[in-house]
């Protein structure tokens, strides 16, 4: 379980820069085809507080499984 979470926190960070390039492209395009309109500007600004939330989200992932344990092993708790 620990090596495909492990794979999986990989991939993701791999995926945000994929994702975050697909989403330049598309807004570039949107905005070159058609920069007047509300729908365009729509589509940009919620494609980047997408690319916020997953650029996020993979952070918050990478932070709570791949944090390593005090020297102690209670990892920052009361706890053994």
Not at 1 to 11: E, G, H, I, N, S
Not at 54 to 64: E, K, R, S
Request: hydrophobic residues 55%; proline residues 1%.
């Amino acid at each position: 379980m620990d090596l495909a979470l492990a794979l999986l926190l990989k991939l993701m960070r791999r995926v945000r820069y994929v994702f975050v390039a697909l989403y330049l492209v598309v807004s570039a395009g949107f905005l070159y085809a058609e920069p007047r309109s509300g729908w365009t500007w729509f589509i940009v600004v919620a494609g980047a507080v997408l690319c916020l939330a997953f650029w996020g989200l993979v952070g918050f992932w990478t932070y709570a499984f791949a944090r390593r344990q005090s020297r102690d092993g209670r990892n920052g708790t009361d706890h053994g």
